[in-house]
């Protein structure tokens, strides 16, 4: 059987895209790692390594998001929202609030 080149360029590119298709964590370790196709340091490794090396990665890095995203959130719990008013109240009228409760209500209230 004689191929064009062609047909033999569109087949290799079936090939890879079939490869890359079936074991897609073999092309982000290469990539990773800088690592060739069918080089040395390729043949080496196995698709577990490979697969629990990206697996660690990604667990790590969403470990270190979720942290980031708690810390976040828990930096804008404590920050005052725009529309909260923060009042400044003088000596004079904190008393004067403390003043105006009537303690007597307040007991009923609670009814100790």
Do not use: C, V
Not at 66 to 90: A, G, Q, V
């Amino acid at each position: 059987m004689n191929l064009t080149k062609e047909t033999k360029i569109k087949t290799f590119q079936e090939e890879i895209l079939n490869w890359n298709s079936k074991y897609p964590w073999d092309y982000q370790w290469r990539k990773k790692y800088d690592i060739p196709f069918g080089s040395p340091k390729h043949l080496e490794m196995d698709f577990i390594s490979m697969k629990f090396d990206l697996l660690e990665e990604n667990m790590i890095q969403n470990a270190i998001f979720n942290s980031r995203r708690k810390e976040r959130t828990f930096n804008t719990l404590l920050k005052p929202r725009k529309n909260d008013i923060e009042e400044k109240l003088s000596q004079d009228d904190i008393d004067d609030i403390f003043d105006d409760i009537d303690i007597s209500k307040l007991n009923q209230d609670i009814k100790l």
